[in-house]
């Protein structure tokens, strides 16, 4: 028995995207740049994809490029805007502190480049305000830039909120879509978003491929030099099986985004309601202000990677955090931005669901959860202080 439970890590491939791609391989594989027939079919399907992704959140198929995946749009969106910025003589950019590392990483080379970087704090429950954002603006901002939904603990931002306090004051604003775009809705004009970042592998799409919405008007820094694709602003053969299957899986999981999102919840607060009864334990970000499918936990007393290799033994995929820092042993630093002091970082357990989960996967990891964190703690030194008195409960 095994029980996928990491989705925000990665996606089960959807079968119609599967099914979209394939021609692409082998029959209809000419390259879209090529004048022949075989050529503008490749090209023409480029093009229907795009115009299905730009659709399902609500933009000009104009203002979509595809990328590689979500990396790659966060850095050619971060670098457009810090261009313009520098352009108007604006070099102060707005961001959070528990943003993913394609946007930390890159706010770092920025602020070496004499860009002035303000990482607003983020409250015990995985939030940031508009009004927060305001107070950070000045007139030299050219750029906010806060993540859709996070990545570890799941928390949404009032990205709407946010956009209107950067469309008052003439603030280009990005967000890091990567986990929200198939799972909320998302309307780009509505919501103020001048550019947004996406991955088709975050909802059943194909790994390494994704797509940077910029608005109109806006004029994207070249991060690869070459060819003329993507109006010469992403050069290089562009993948058209995997940008078909991104565009079909996309639909796909749109179509029935409200139905998906009920479904899902319910298991995650099942999920969240059995765990929670697990004592000395803290459920991280907002209780209800959150993703559908994720659950993210800290254990007082227990490491993160013990509890995930016995949750393996029991059939269970799970996470402590990013997928993209699971090689690191230092704790979580979105758990550390909303507060939690390293020892409790240490023990925190990701489950996000999809809609193919069942009630019964949740009462299994439930029971499977109860019985590994009693197990560590059993003969762990740390809770043994804890419990014995020499050393205080934190949660």
Same mark, same amino acid.
């Given at each position: 028995?095994?029980?996928?439970?990491?989705?925000?890590?990665t996606?089960?491939?959807?079968?119609?995207?599967?099914?979209?791609?394939?021609?692409?391989?082998?029959?209809?594989?000419?390259?879209?740049?090529?004048?022949?027939?075989?050529?503008q079919?490749?090209?023409?399907?480029?093009?229907?994809?795009?115009?299905?992704?730009?659709?399902?959140?609500?933009?000009d198929?104009?203002?979509?490029t595809?990328?590689?995946?979500?990396?790659?749009?966060?850095?050619q969106?971060?670098?457009?805007?810090?261009?313009?910025?520098?352009?108007?003589?604006?070099?102060?950019i707005?961001?959070?502190?528990?943003?993913?590392?394609?946007?930390?990483?890159?706010?770092?080379?920025?602020?070496?480049?004499?860009?002035?970087?303000?990482?607003?704090?983020?409250?015990?429950?995985?939030?940031?305000?508009?009004?927060?954002?305001?107070?950070?603006?000045?007139?030299?901002?050219?750029?906010v830039?806060?993540?859709?939904?996070?990545?570890?603990?799941?928390?949404?931002?009032?990205?709407?909120?946010?956009?209107?306090?950067?469309?008052?004051?003439?603030?280009?604003?990005?967000?890091?879509?990567?986990?929200?775009?198939?799972?909320?809705a998302?309307?780009?004009?509505?919501?103020?978003?001048?550019?947004?970042?996406?991955?088709?592998?975050?909802?059943?799409?194909?790994?390494?491929?994704?797509?940077?919405?910029?608005?109109?008007?806006? %004029? +994207?820094?070249? #991060?690869?030099?070459? *060819?003329?694709?993507?109006? =010469?602003k992403? $050069?290089? @053969?562009?993948?058209v099986?995997?940008?078909?299957?991104?565009?079909?899986a996309?639909?796909?999981?749109?179509?029935?985004?409200?139905?998906?999102?009920k479904?899902?919840?319910?298991?995650?607060d099942k999920?969240?309601?059995?765990?929670?009864?697990?004592?000395?334990?803290?459920?991280?970000?907002?209780?209800?202000?959150?993703?559908?499918?994720?659950?993210?936990?800290?254990?007082?007393?227990?490491?993160?990677?013990? %509890? +995930?290799?016995? #949750?393996?033994?029991? *059939?269970?995929?799970?996470? =402590?955090?990013? $997928?993209? @820092?699971?090689g690191?042993?230092d704790?979580?630093?979105?758990l550390?931005?909303?507060?939690?002091?390293?020892?409790v970082?240490?023990?925190?357990?990701?489950?996000?669901?999809?809609e193919?989960?069942?009630?019964?996967?949740?009462?299994?990891?439930?029971?499977?959860?109860?019985?590994?964190?009693?197990?560590?703690?059993?003969?762990s030194?740390?809770?043994?202080?804890?419990?014995?008195?020499?050393?205080?409960?934190? %949660?």
């Amino acid at each position: 028995m095994r029980i996928y439970a990491d989705n925000a890590a990665t996606t089960k491939l959807s079968p119609k995207a599967l099914e979209a791609m394939l021609p692409y391989f082998q029959i209809e594989y000419g390259n879209p740049s090529s004048f022949y027939r075989e050529g503008q079919q490749a090209k023409s399907a480029i093009e229907e994809a795009r115009i299905k992704i730009a659709r399902c959140i609500g933009a000009d198929y104009k203002e979509i490029t595809f990328t590689s995946g979500g990396s790659e749009a966060d850095n050619q969106a971060l670098l457009t805007a810090a261009a313009i910025g520098k352009r108007k003589g604006k070099m102060h950019i707005i961001s959070t502190a528990f943003e993913h590392h394609a946007v930390l990483h890159m706010l770092k080379k920025l602020e070496k480049e004499g860009f002035e970087i303000t990482l607003l704090d983020v409250h015990e429950n995985g939030i940031v305000t508009a009004d927060e954002v305001k107070a950070a603006i000045r007139e030299d901002t050219c750029l906010v830039s806060v993540m859709f939904a996070n990545n570890e603990i799941g928390t949404v931002q009032p990205i709407a909120a946010i956009g209107a306090v950067c469309a008052a004051h003439g603030v280009l604003f990005h967000t890091d879509a990567v986990q929200a775009v198939g799972h909320v809705a998302i309307d780009v004009k509505a919501m103020h978003i001048d550019m947004l970042s996406s991955s088709a592998h975050k909802f059943h799409g194909p790994k390494g491929t994704g797509f940077l919405y910029a608005r109109k008007g806006i %004029l +994207l820094q070249a #991060l690869i030099c070459g *060819g003329a694709q993507e109006k =010469s602003k992403r $050069a290089g @053969t562009e993948n058209v099986p995997a940008i078909v299957g991104m565009a079909t899986a996309l639909e796909e999981i749109c179509a029935g985004i409200d139905e998906n999102a009920k479904k899902v919840a319910a298991l995650r607060d099942k999920l969240i309601a059995g765990l929670s009864r697990i004592e000395h334990c803290a459920l991280n970000g907002d209780a209800t202000n959150r993703l559908p499918s994720n659950v993210n936990f800290c254990f007082e007393g227990i490491e993160g990677e013990s %509890l +995930l290799l016995l #949750l393996d033994d029991k *059939g269970i995929c799970a996470s =402590s955090g990013s $997928a993209c @820092t699971s090689g690191s042993l230092d704790p979580s630093h979105v758990l550390m931005a909303i507060g939690r002091p390293h020892e409790v970082a240490h023990g925190s357990l990701r489950l996000t669901l999809s809609e193919e989960n069942t009630e019964e996967d949740i009462d299994y990891i439930i029971k499977s959860v109860k019985e590994v964190v009693a197990h560590l703690r059993s003969f762990s030194p740390v809770w043994r202080d804890l419990v014995s008195g020499k050393q205080e409960h934190i %949660l």
